[in-house]
T-cell receptor
Framework: DQQVKQNSPSLSVQEGRISILNCDYTNSMFDYFLWYKKYPAEGPTFLISISSIKDKNEDGRFTVFLNKSAKHLSLHIVPSQPGDSAVYFCAASARGGSNYKLTFGKGTLLTVNP | EAGVTQSPTHLIKTRGQQVTLRCSPISGHTSVYWYQQALGLGLQFLLWYDEGEERNRGNFPPRFSGRQFPNYSSELNVNALELEDSALYLC???????????FGDGTRLSIL
């Protein structure tokens, strides 16, 4: 049962344009969502997070949108840069319990072309 | 601020052997998490340690175990290694459930 889904295995965009990465979840108990970026041979790097009490969070070029009714979140990168090329993972958790953990999607490979 | 450090970076073992992986969290972080990233399966939660206690465990057999030391560093032990244990093992740490987890670069374990 895949509770966090990233349906696009890959995405290719031009430098300077917007990259939009999508993520869907099924567990209504999730209340904290995160995006990580991963380069080959490195661990995931935290990018941005959002709590379920918000619908938007911005940090520089990165914005995460949360639509709780649709159980959908997205990461917008504007403008996209070649150095953004990496695998992006969406993750979700239900905080406050003894069974706390991060549940990850399978990732989307973003390629930003110069 | 030093990040999460893991050792060794690479390891080659044979079926049936045992292995110990090590993790040092970011200073001040009391929670340590272990994840497995096998080919094509994404990151799968293994274990969560906080204040020296195991708090949660993922859907893995008992031959996967670990511990957390008083200085909050952690070990992951895998007994009776099987071919499907070949994976990248990632350790993460955080202050609390309300803060993001930060990851190390992992240990690449290959089983021959």
């Amino acid at each position: 049962d895949q509770q966090v889904k990233q349906n696009s295995p890959s995405l290719s965009v031009q430098e300077g344009r917007i990259s939009i990465l999508n993520c869907d979840y099924t567990n209504s108990m999730f209340d904290y969502f995160l995006w990580y970026k991963k380069y080959p041979a490195e661990g995931p790097t935290f990018l941005i997070s959002i709590s379920s009490i918000k619908d938007k969070n911005e940090d520089g070029r990165f914005t995460v949108f949360l639509n709780k009714s649709a159980k959908h979140l997205s990461l917008h990168i504007v403008p996209s840069q070649p150095g953004d090329s990496a695998v992006y993972f969406c993750a979700a958790s239900a905080r406050g319990g003894s069974n706390y953990k991060l549940t990850f999607g399978k990732g989307t490979l973003l390629t930003v072309n110069p | 601020e030093a990040g999460v450090t893991q050792s060794p970076t690479h390891l080659i073992k044979t079926r049936g052997q045992q292995v110990t992986l090590r993790c040092s969290p970011i200073s001040g972080h009391t929670s340590v998490y272990w994840y497995q990233q096998a080919l094509g399966l994404g990151l799968q939660f293994l274990l969560w340690y906080d204040e020296g206690e195991e708090r949660n465990r993922g859907n893995f057999p008992p031959r996967f175990s670990g511990r957390q030391f008083p200085n909050y560093s952690s070990e992951l032990n895998v007994n009776a290694l099987e071919l499907e244990d070949s994976a990248l093992y990632l350790c993460a740490s955080s202050y609390s459930q309300d803060q993001p987890q930060h990851f190390g670069d992992g240990t690449r374990l290959s089983i021959l």
